[in-house]
Nanobody
Framework: QVQLVESGGGLVQPGGSLRLSCAASGLTFSRYAMKWFRQAPGKERELVAAIASAGGRTNYADSVKGRFTISRDNAKSTVSLQMNSLTPEDTAVYYC?????????????WGQGTQVTVSS
C-alpha cells in the first residue's frame, strides 16, 4: 500500500531553520506531483509548497516565498521542505501529499503529519 512518512519536525526558535522530509513507498513516485500542506490549531489546512512530478516547476504560498524551498529526489522517492527564517506563525502540523491526476484517474495520498513548533 502507499505510504508517505514525514520526518524532521520539532521545536525551533524564531529565525531558525528546519528541514522536513517525506519518504514515499508503494507508488510510482516520479509520476506524482508532491505537495506540503500545513494545519495550525483552529485553522484550515493550507498548501505551503508544491513541486511537479518532473521536479521543474514549483509553487509556494505567499507567506513562505523566499523562506521555504521544496525539492524532490525521484531516485530516492523523497520530497523535502527546507524552511528558513521560521516565525511563530509557521507553527503547524505539516503534511506530505502525493497527487496524480489525469482526465480519467485521480489518486491522492497523505502522510500522517509532523509537528513544527516555532517558539522561544
Amino acid at each position: 500500500q502507499v505510504q508517505l512518512v514525514e520526518s524532521g519536525g520539532g521545536l525551533v526558535q524564531p529565525g531558525g531553520s528546519l528541514r522536513l522530509s517525506c519518504a514515499a513507498s508503494g507508488l510510482t513516485f516520479s509520476r506524482y506531483a508532491m505537495k506540503w500542506f500545513r494545519q495550525a490549531p483552529g485553522k484550515e489546512r493550507e498548501l505551503v509548497a508544491a513541486i511537479a512530478s518532473a521536479g521543474g516547476r514549483t509553487n509556494y504560498a505567499d507567506s513562505v516565498k523566499g523562506r521555504f524551498t521544496i525539492s524532490r529526489d525521484n531516485a530516492k522517492s523523497t520530497v523535502s521542505l527546507q524552511m528558513n527564517s521560521l516565525t511563530p506563525e509557521d507553527t503547524a502540523v505539516y503534511y506530505c501529499n502525493a497527487q496524480f491526476l489525469t482526465a480519467t484517474l485521480s489518486y491522492n495520498y497523505w502522510g500522517q503529519g509532523t509537528q513544527v513548533t516555532v517558539s522561544s
